[in-house]
């Protein structure tokens, strides 16, 4: 794939308490012809995540047009599996409403984090959403009991498909742990209720110990998928490409995604959580940088080969 980067788009500037730093795991959405709408999540003073958006001009995406002025989705209530924060998940139209999967984060005593998934529901065009319940769609079950998180949702032929990182054990890296975890696959009739085991669809290989964020897109030929995978160093985080004509098994072929880190600036030690939408003709990359996030995200369009 053939890339051209068109910079950073949005980083914060510490104003706003809710929104303190961070964009993470930008994910757009074709609000419509004009707007790009790029769901994020944002971090306050404790590091706690509430997902907002930002509008960018769909003409030209380094052009902001307008930040939430509120969460559209805040943490959850003390207790419940989201009490410590929400990220992006994804965002699919169904009917007149929209559907956002989220994954939620809760600190134990014991271990780092879990994080599960939870779904939301707007019926304003994406300006606020509302819990379908408290607890998650995709809960700790015997496949993973540290992370269940879905990142895709595509709706296909009357089936809602997902794809969606497990988790349940850790990595020392220096001193410090980090999550392992694989891309997995599942799939329901309503969207809201899935099985507890599903099928293991892309793993680690060589001295990975995680591969995740799956962002999965119907091609002609069938799916391609964008992850985001970490080596034992610790020190690397950066995407690759898998093909599928199923989406169930996938071949990897990383060497082809294309983008590489900048020379300077808020990419050039990582780059991470590619995202992809098109507007009329045109398809853009937005995807964060350096820290996962923390200096906020930039967008590349895709060129002709």
């Not at 950073?8 to 500037?13: G, K, P």
């Not at 992370?147 to 001193?175: C, P, S």
């Amino acid at each position: 794939m053939n890339w051209k980067k068109l910079g950073l788009v949005f980083t914060q500037d510490g104003t706003v308490a809710w929104r303190r730093n961070s964009a993470l795991t930008p994910t757009p959405f074709l609000l419509n012809d004009n707007v790009i709408r790029v769901y994020a999540g944002f971090r306050d003073d404790e590091g706690i995540s509430r997902i907002g958006y930002v509008d960018v001009d769909s003409r030209d995406p380094t052009q902001v047009i307008g930040v939430s002025a509120a969460p559209v989705l805040d943490r959850g209530r003390d207790g419940c599996f989201d009490d410590n924060g929400v990220i992006l998940g994804d965002v699919v139209r169904d009917g007149d409403r929209l559907r956002m999967y989220y994954v939620g984060f809760q600190l134990v005593k014991r271990a780092k984090f879990l994080a599960f998934t939870g779904l939301a529901e707007s019926t304003d065009g994406g300006e606020t959403f509302q819990r379908v319940s408290e607890a998650p769609v995709l809960d700790r079950s015997i496949e993973g009991n540290t992370i269940r998180a879905v990142h895709t949702v595509l709706f296909e032929e009357g089936v809602w498909k997902i794809w969606y990182a497990v988790g349940d054990d850790w990595q020392m890296i220096n001193g410090v742990p980090y999550p392992k975890y694989n891309i997995w696959y599942a799939q329901s009739a309503d969207g809201k209720a899935f099985p507890a085991n599903g099928v293991l669809c892309v793993d680690v290989e060589g001295d990975e110990y995680r591969i995740g964020r799956p962002s999965v897109y119907k091609t002609a030929d069938g799916y391609m998928m964008f992850y985001t995978k970490g080596g034992t160093s610790g020190e690397d985080y950066f995407p690759g490409v898998a093909y599928s004509t199923d989406g169930v098994q996938w071949q990897r072929r990383d060497a082809s995604f294309g983008l590489s880190l900048g020379e300077q600036g808020f990419d050039d030690r990582h780059l991470c959580y590619p995202r992809l939408v098109t507007a009329g003709h045109r398809t853009f990359c937005f995807y964060n940088g350096n820290n996962m996030g923390a200096e906020g995200f930039g967008v590349a369009e895709l060129l002709e080969a």
